[in-house]
């Protein structure tokens, strides 16, 4: 009787829960500091140059661990899709959002995303609806009113350009999961997220360098200090970790655990933005999470 837990427990590895805990800190601290460098860069720039570099920094991670680039025959459609929603889509909605929102609600709103795909799954993957992503997909919905009711009518209407976005690049980045999982890539993880951070940057980088206009003169100290950190630790100290993580846990486990992200970025943003951290504020955290367990388990 007691075996078979034994087996199960011994898949969760302490390095493994580690490693989660680094992806959770390096994805979740990236929401302020973007909120604050968007102040002073453009997001279409910002956000493109910084994935082109990140892209960058994970090929030559791949290298050093010995993962090819390669990309095999009848993969560059899978990779570009999936570039697509989870890059592109991702990057430029979730971007102009933290223009309208808080960063933490910002950061609430996008990590959503595994409620929208266990709600895609059923058309794509023919998974048809349990109990659990119903009550899910009710507890995100109860945590978007929160976010949107929480200061009076006329602040919930300034904020509804900024939850439409947020919750777009959700559910943009729920059909790129949902559609990988139909179209696996098949490529080593470090050199496949390099490839789609490269292809689903490079158009918004073209773009942001064609309308808009950006001057590196008026970038603070501390402005430089957090792209850098951004560089780095959201592009290549949290996915390798992730990837790590990913390798000594089970993926249910992995998945749950990504809860962490939001909860950093709404605590390091109350923390160095001073923004509200209320009642409506955990209320809104609080159903987030919930949405996003009931999701991971069902």
């Not at 009711?149 to 790129?176: D, H, M, R, T």
């Not at 003169?217 to 592009?235: D, R």
Request: one cysteine or more; aromatic letters at 10%; hydrophobic letters at 55%.
């Amino acid at each position: 009787m007691h075996e078979p837990k034994s087996k199960q427990t011994a898949h969760i590895a302490p390095a493994g829960l580690a490693f989660l805990v680094i992806t959770s800190i390096g994805w979740g601290s990236n929401w302020p500091a973007t909120k604050y460098l968007l102040g002073q860069l453009p997001p279409l720039t910002y956000r493109g140059v910084m994935g082109l570099v990140g892209a960058a920094l994970l090929a030559s991670l791949a290298g050093l661990r010995g993962q090819s680039l390669r990309v095999p025959e009848g993969m560059w459609g899978r990779i570009v899709l999936s570039a697509t929603f989870n890059v592109t889509c991702w990057m430029i909605l979730i971007g102009f959002a933290l223009l309208w929102l808080p960063a933490s609600e910002v950061a609430l709103i996008g990590y959503t995303m595994p409620v929208w795909a266990a709600i895609i799954a059923w058309p794509v993957l023919g998974e048809k609806p349990t109990v659990l992503r119903t009550t899910a997909l009710f507890m995100a919905l109860a945590g978007l009113a929160t976010i949107m009711g929480g200061n009076g009518i006329s602040a919930s209407w300034e904020k509804l350009p900024g939850i439409v976005l947020a919750l777009g690049g959700a559910i943009g980045f729920a059909f790129g999961t949902v559609f990988a999982k139909k179209l696996p890539i098949q490529m080593p993880p470090l050199s496949s997220a390099a490839w789609q951070i490269l292809i689903g940057c490079l158009p918004i980088t073209l773009i942001g360098l064609a309308i808009e206009t950006t001057d590196v003169f008026a970038i603070t100290q501390l402005g430089w200090i957090l792209i850098v950190y951004v560089t780095i630790m959201q592009y290549c100290v949290a996915y390798v970790s992730w990837f790590a993580a990913l390798a000594r846990l089970p993926a249910s486990i992995a998945s749950i655990g990504t809860i962490g992200v939001p909860i950093v970025g709404v605590l390091a943003s109350a923390a160095t933005l001073h923004e509200p951290l209320g009642a409506g504020k955990i209320a809104a955290l609080l159903f987030t999470l919930a949405s996003v367990v009931l999701a991971t388990r069902s």
